[in-house]
Each structure stands twice: as structure tokens, then as C-alpha cells.
DNA sequence: GAGCACTGC
């Protein structure tokens, strides 16, 4: 997928690229040309203003829209002027994506290849040079997790953190623990970046006084607004969609709805109008683009429109930040966005349609004028859009803190209540993620981290999950391929893509696959014969599975099992120890010997091979379905529900009721399973139980408040 | 019998 296009390169610049990377002295026609461009940049007139007062503090505050350049020029600056001092520079961003993309474009405009002086480093995939890289892109989410290992960061010498205004749990997090390392770094610079309006809200934090404002270089974006409210919001988009096309100049429109089911009704209904226009008006192509499509139909959204052709793209949020689409000069926007609030109370998840901020609407009209001026119509008052939030509610006010917590005390923070939020999360947030954490024995009695809670907080998996698969291990050691299996798959959403009038449910689907009365095991079947089947293309095709995310599920499988494979690697180590403690002249040569040997099975390559045929931990085809369910009640016995008279299940740790999700395989089941444990919650107009497996009484545990 | 926005390790 395309991304912030504004800040990757073009197709022309890729395709010049890589006659960069084949040329090893490098393109100077290109270089010269960048270095051209790069002094026309708004933000090159303040770049001594800038090095000036980021050189005299500690910590910098710099506001900026997108556009001014500042994710890619900033760093180069700071870099000619030496004020790394030799050491890395770190840049955080949240999407992988954009992390990679800039990275490229920034080692382009510095004569170099990504990898090189340049590099940038998200899940999965890596492009660094020990020894060579000063300036590095990363995910928040990777910094983070450095934070775990090296709690002083000590590689870098600067850390940027990007996009701070979008206040993701990572960067709120990275941002707190940066304040708190800047008193015993006194070496280290930090640098806040973010978009105009919030950036005082981090001054005050830092109690810094070092704000920098940039302006933009935005296109005139003219905004109008509904003169009454609308009773039925698609309708009112409808038709301010075909005002558009009937009565506006050339240029693409794209309009902000809140989920697949509008974008699809929406369609729908274009689709009819569009049959009845004249045949010499002009032709209007529509496209959808949400997260769950796979990415070949997005891609369609991205396409140029033809001459005489304008198109309409129907779009989720994913338009407003994560994805950019060249040529919109007109932006519909309803004012509504779906978001999900988590209830420490009920221990739900819910999606809710909510209003916009007034810094998102700001931030959807601004895709109207990208590349020339454009229009934005608000489907809402003036004086609507007055009452809004200046601000979406911070993430971490919405979600479950236990990854949080647990990620601080990992960190060696002891006291999390006393923790400086940048927004303080809510007392019941705190008191139920304790008490999960707990339940888990991920922390003792007195909130301190056990063993145990080590191990999981190594683990990129929400606790639960990392629980799940060391208690499977204990429980039966041999289990531990198929709970792999099944933690990956549930890792992965939009595992199916079935087109809008298929004439095949997803459970046709899964019928096919079908393994126990679970539908982990189903999933699991299924991703043991696609990595098994030969031409993974055609076997996605023929049973509407979403192959990128199967690839995902794979990915994720492979981390999950070197991760594990450490842990065990860790303990024997630690046992090792122990036990030669009595004889403590042996210790240092039983380690080394032991080193040695760790060293020269690397050296051959086959100690991973080794570890999993050791701990059966590859894929096998072989799946015994009694252990999986006996694992999952032991490991999952928090996500436990039991069967009421009249069809329904209450979760036993909350009490409440919900139902069985429609597509599951138990839906149709009867007699319907005394116990069940399920995957997820949500909670729309009822709420539901999904990703569901039967399990035995005699393997539960009760886990009742 | 009915339906999940987006992102990250």
C-alpha cells in the first residue's frame, strides 16, 4: 500500500533509486537535484534558528504540520552540525510503514543506501548497520521494547519522537519514561515532535519552555458546513457526493465513513444513481478502501483516475492518517469515527461511532489539498463542529493497561500509580489490570514481578496470550507446536475475505477445515495445510483466505517460537548455574564449555532446528486435538463461559452475559457445550463470543470474581 | 439466529 506519499519517494525517484544501489559512488544528477530541493523546503530558513536552540537544551519541542519536512530534514540537520556527537540518532514513528518509507527517502537525499548511514528497524524486518548507522527509523513500538533490555537506550545520543499529537499508547509511554531517563542522561537530547495545536500540552509535561513552531505547506482548503442537521448521515453523503460531481470542477473525492457495512451500502446506492445518469454526463468510478479488504482491491484506490473520469473513494479512518491518496480535491466528511472503549468495569471491549475532534476534522479536510486547493463539506453545523473535542481521547484512556503495567514492571518500575502519565489513566484501569495480572501470577501478592512475569513481558504478546503459552508448555509440553499455531492465528484478524454476494458463508469455510469442536483448531488445520500446500496462491483462492494475513500468521509463529526457544535457553542457563553453584570452581568453566557449545552449534546453523525438534515446536501434521483443549482451559481459563438455560453463556470472570458470535463453528451446535472458552468480546448491538473451543469440566478451573 | 474502526511488539 501507498503511504504518506508526500513523504516517500515517487515512482520516478524508485525507479532512480536503484540505479543508486547499483552505483556505488551514487547518482550525482539525482543527489544534486535532492540537495536543490531540499533548500527550497519552508523548513531550510530555520534550520540554524532550529540547530541553535536544539543544541542549548535538553529537550526541544517542535510543532509542525505535516508536509514542512520535518521528519526528514530535522535529523539530516542535526547530523551535518555533528550534534549526535558520533552516536545514533533514533526517530520514532507509528507505522511501520511510514518508518521504512522515510528511511528510504531520507538515505536518498544523503547520497547513501538504506542500511547504510541510514537504516530503519520495525517487527520483523531490519535495516541497520552496527557500526555505520547514525540515523535510524523505527516503530515506537520497537523503541519501547528496547526500553526493556537497555533501560538507559544507551545507543543513541538524540531521540526524535514523530506524530507525538496521535497519542498512541507507545509513544504516550516512551514519552513519560524519556522524561524520567533525562535526569540521569543528562547527555541525551529529546526532541518532541508533533502537529501545531498540542504541542504545549508536552512543554508543560517537560516543564521545557523550548517550543518551536513551523509552518506548513498545505494548499487553501475552503470548508463548508451543513446548514441544518441531517437526520440519516449516508443519505446526506449521498448526495453531497453527487452535488459534487454535478456541480464541482475535476478532482477525486473522497468521502469518510464509519465501518465496511456504510462503505458497502453506500456503494450500493451510488452504484443505482449512477444507472440512472444521462449518457452524456460524466463518468464517476467508485472505490472502497478499509483494512479488512485485502491489499490488491485497495491498491484500486490508489490508481489514477482516466480522463473524463472522476472518482469517488469511500473510506474508513484508515484515510485520515494511516494511507495518502494522491489527487483529492474534494473531502466529504460526516463528522463520525468508530472507536473502540475498553470498560475496566464489565472487562468489555466496545465499538462505539462517536463524533470526530476538531483536530481530526481538521486533519480529514487537509487530504482535499495535498496537490492544489480544494474543498471540504462537513456534513454538520457550524455550530456543531464548535461544540467538539479539540482532541480524539487519548489511547491509553480507552484501553486495558495490563500490557502497560506489566511492560513498567518489566522495566524496573515499581510504583506504576505513581508513574508520570501524560494523561493519568483511570483508577478502576489500574485496579483491574493488577488483578489480572495477578490471576496470572505475572506479579506476587505485593504488585512485584515474578518469574513468570518476566517471561511473559519478553514475549511481543498481550499477557494473556504470553500466560496461555507458557502454562501449555508446563502443562504439556508437547502441545506447545499447535499452541503456537493457534496464539498466531489469533494475532491476525481479517484471516478471510469473502466478497459481498459470494454464494459461500465463512462457515462453508470453515467447515472445511473443521478439527474438534473449536474454532482455534479449525484455524489451526488450516494454517498447518497452507504452509504445507504447494501453491499457496490457488489454495488461498479456492477457500477465501486472505493470504497476506496468512503470511502474518506465519511470521508471527516464527517470532513467537525463537522467542520461546530463548526463554527455554534462559532457564537452562539459569538452571546450569544453580546447580553448580556448590562446586564454584566448575561454574565459569562449566558456562564457558556451555558457551562454547552454544557458539559452534550457531557457527553449524542447526541449533535452531535442534531446539525445535528438542521441544517440538515446528509445524506438525499431525494435531492431538485433547491436549490443545485440555492446554487452552488451563492456559485460557480467564476467557472462560459457561452455558445458561435459555442458550445463552455468562463469562464466568465477570459475570456476564453474552452470545455465541455467528461466525463461529459452534453457532450452529447442539446441544450447545456446558463450557467454553472464547477469544474475544465484542460488543456491538449484543455481545458476543468469538473464536470459540469446547472444553471439559474436569479441565476448569473457576476463575469467578 | 447476525455482522470489528485503526495501529504496534
Excluded: W
Excluded at 536544539?54 to 535529523?75: D, F, H
Excluded at 505547506?217 to 440519516?232: Q, T
Excluded at 518469574?451 to 511481543?460: I, N, S, T, V
Excluded at 474454532?519 to 501453491?535: E, S
Aim: aromatic share 8%.
Amino acid at each position: 500500500m501507498e503511504i504518506e506519499k508526500s513523504q516517500s519517494p515517487n515512482k520516478n525517484t524508485l525507479k532512480q533509486q536503484v540505479s543508486v544501489d547499483k552505483n556505488k559512488n551514487g547518482n550525482l544528477g539525482l543527489f544534486n537535484k535532492l540537495q536543490k530541493e531540499r533548500k527550497n523546503l519552508p523548513i531550510f530558513k530555520h534550520r540554524q534558528g532550529l540547530l541553535d536552540k536544539i543544541r542549548s537544551n535538553q529537550i526541544s519541542v517542535i510543532a509542525g504540520e505535516t508536509g514542512c519536512g520535518k521528519t526528514t530534514q530535522i535529523p539530516q540537520y542535526l547530523i551535518e552540525d555533528g550534534l549526535n556527537k558520533n552516536r545514533m540518532i533514533a526517530v520514532t514513528q507509528p507505522r511501520r510503514v511510514a518508518a521504512i518509507t522515510i528511511a528510504q527517502r531520507v538515505a536518498q537525499e544523503m547520497n547513501t543506501t538504506v542500511g547504510n548511514k541510514v537504516g530503519y528497524s520495525v517487527r520483523f524486518e531490519e535495516a541497520v548497520d552496527k557500526n555505520n548507522t547514525k540515523l535510524l527509523y523505527m516503530t515506537d513500538g520497537m523503541l519501547l521494547r528496547e526500553t526493556i533490555v537497555d533501560p538507559s537506550l544507551s545507543r543513541f545520543s538524540i531521540i526524535v519522537i514523530d506524530e507525538a499529537h496521535e497519542r498512541t499508547v507507545n509513544s504516550d509511554l516512551l514519552i513519560s519514561l524519556l522524561k524520567q531517563l533525562s535526569e540521569r542522561r543528562k547527555d541525551l537530547k529529546i526532541i518532541i515532535m508533533s502537529a501545531t495545536i498540542e504541542t504545549e500540552k508536552f512543554a508543560n509535561f517537560f516543564e521545557s519552555e523550548n517550543i518551536i513552531y513551523l509552518e506548513g505547506r498545505c494548499h487553501p482548503i475552503e470548508v463548508f458546513y451543513s446548514k441544518k442537521p441531517h437526520a440519516d448521515y449516508l443519505d446526506a453523503a449521498l448526495n453531497t457526493i453527487l452535488q459534487i460531481h454535478f456541480e464541482e470542477q475535476d478532482g477525486d473525492i473522497l468521502c469518510f465513513l464509519v465501518g465496511q457495512e456504510d462503505i458497502e451500502d453506500m456503494q450500493q446506492m451510488l452504484e443505482e444513481k449512477i444507472e440512472l445518469f444521462p449518457k452524456e454526463a460524466k463518468k464517476l468510478k467508485i472505490c472502497t478502501l478499509y483494512a479488512a479488504l485485502p491489499s490488491h482491491l485497495q491498491l484500486l484506490a490508489f490508481e489514477k483516475s482516466l480522463e473524463g473520469e472522476r472518482k469517488v473513494i469511500l473510506s474508513t479512518n484508515i484515510a485520515e492518517t494511516s494511507v495518502t491518496i494522491d489527487g483529492i480535491k474534494y473531502v466529504v466528511d460526516p463528522g463520525l469515527v468508530k472507536t473502540r472503549k475498553y470498560n475496566p468495569n464489565k472487562l468489555i471491549e466496545m465499538l462505539l461511532v462517536v463524533p470526530v475532534s476538531k483536530s481530526s476534522a481538521m486533519q480529514r479536510a487537509g487530504r482535499a489539498g495535498r496537490q492544489s486547493a480544494g474543498k471540504c463539506f462537513r456534513l454538520y453545523t457550524k455550530y456543531t463542529h464548535d461544540t467538539l473535542a479539540e482532541f480524539m481521547l487519548p489511547e491509553i484512556l480507552r484501553s486495558n493497561l495490563s500490557t502497560v503495567i506489566l511492560q513498567m514492571k518489566a522495566i524496573g518500575i515499581k510504583d506504576v500509580k505513581g508513574f508520570q502519565f501524560i494523561d493519568r489513566p483511570h483508577e478502576d484501569q489500574f485496579i483491574e489490570s493488577i488483578e489480572n495480572l495477578q490471576l496470572m501470577n505475572a506479579l506476587d501478592a505485593n504488585e512485584n514481578i515474578t518469574l513468570h512475569g518476566k517471561e511473559m513481558a519478553e514475549l511481543p504478546l498481550e499477557p494473556i496470550y504470553a500466560h496461555f503459552m507458557l502454562v501449555a508448555f508446563a502443562t504439556n509440553p508437547n502441545s506447545i507446536s499447535v499452541v503456537l499455531s493457534a496464539i498466531s492465528l489469533m494475532q491476525v484478524e481479517n484471516l478471510f475475505f469473502i466478497p459481498k454476494g459470494a454464494k459461500i458463508s465463512l462457515l462453508d469455510v470453515l467447515l472445511r477445515f473443521q478439527l474438534g469442536n473449536s474454532d482455534q483448531l479449525t484455524k489451526v488445520n488450516m494454517l498447518h495445510q497452507y504452509y504445507l500446500a504447494k501453491n499457496k496462491k490457488s489454495f488461498c483462492k479456492e477457500n477465501f483466505i486472505n493470504q497476506k494475513n496468512m503470511k502474518k500468521a506465519l511470521e508471527v509463529r516464527q517470532q513467537l517460537e525463537n522467542y520461546f526457544l530463548d526463554i527455554l535457553k534462559k532457564r537452562s542457563k539459569k538452571n546450569q548455574k544453580q546447580n553448580t553453584k556448590a562446586s564454584q570452581n566448575q561454574a565459569n568453566a562449566l558456562q564457558q564449555s556451555e558457551e562454547q557449545q552454544i557458539q559452534e552449534e550457531l557457527a553449524k546453523g542447526n541449533t535452531l532446528k535442534k531446539l525445535q525438534e528438542e521441544h517440538k515446536t515446528a509445524i506438525q501434521q499431525e494435531i492431538n486435538t485433547e491436549e490443545f483443549v485440555s492446554c487452552i482451559a488451563k492456559g485460557l481459563s480467564v476467557k472462560a463461559a459457561k452455558l445458561n438455560n435459555d442458550g445463552t453463556y455468562t463469562i464466568i470472570r465477570s459475570n456476564i452475559q453474552a452470545y455465541i458470535h455467528p461466525e463461529s463453528l459452534l453457532f450452529y451446535s447442539k446441544p450447545k457445550p456446558e463450557y467454553i472458552i472464547f477469544n474475544e468480546v465484542v460488543s456491538t448491538i449484543k455481545t458476543y463470543l468469538r473464536d470459540i473451543t469446547e472444553i471439559q469440566f474436569s479441565d476448569f478451573k473457576d476463575i469467578s470474581k
